[in-house]
């Protein structure tokens, strides 16, 4: 940019750079790419220095037209990792805070949240983890399970199911 700047200086003052145009071209841009949470698309539209309102205007251009909405990409994400079977629902949770979604739409995700699948998860973890079961191993895998935050009703279940499969 910089460069441009420097060789058609006439050229640049005509078309500034914080447009409402040139925000929305660049946040198509984004959004083509990937799915971006509200809160990822406004820091990177801020890093360009763009000005508030006009990131408002292009926030409802998009929401209107379906680009941006954080309920649909956290429902999305949380199946995704879900069905990998390597998290606990803390883990899950905590990827998709750190992607900028509000907690109101994380509690809501995390109630309709099923045990069976947590339970799930952490007997694939261990399953592939662990080749035997003896008593030595039965406290590893507590402090394994429990370090990946998986719950401890879960750490249980997954316990007995072992054992059960040992005898």
């Known amino acids: 940019m910089a460069k441009y700047k420097r060789l058609c200086p006439t050229l ?3 078309h500034p750079l914080n ?3 040139d925000i929305w071209q660049y946040s198509l841009h984004l959004v083509t790419r990937r799915s971006y949470s509200e809160k990822e698309l406004q ?3 801020e890093y360009k220095d763009y000005s ?3 990131i408002e ?3 409802s251009r998009l929401k209107e037209y379906g680009y941006i909405n954080d309920i649909k990409l956290a429902n999305h994400l949380f199946h995704k990792y879900l069905e990998t079977n390597k998290y606990s629902t803390k883990q899950i949770l905590y990827k998709l805070k750190l992607r900028g979604l509000p907690d109101a739409i994380l509690s809501e995700i995390a109630r309709d949240f099923d045990d069976i699948e947590e339970w799930k998860s952490a007997l694939k973890v ?4 662990f080749k035997s079961f003896d008593t030595t191993t039965k406290e590893k895998i507590y402090r394994y399970l429990a370090s990946r935050g998986f ?3 879960s750490i249980h279940k997954v316990l007995q199911t072992l054992s059960h ?3």
């Not at 261990?126 to 983890?129: D, G, M, P, Q, S």
């Open 19 to 21: 447009n409402h145009n």
């Open 126 to 129: 261990v399953t592939a983890r």
């Open 151 to 153: 719950s401890a009703t």
């Open 165 to 167: 499969c040992d005898k």
């Open 52 to 54: 508030c309102d006009d």
């Open 12 to 14: 640049w003052m005509i």
């Open 57 to 59: 205007k292009v926030f």
């Open 43 to 45: 820091q990177k539209l």
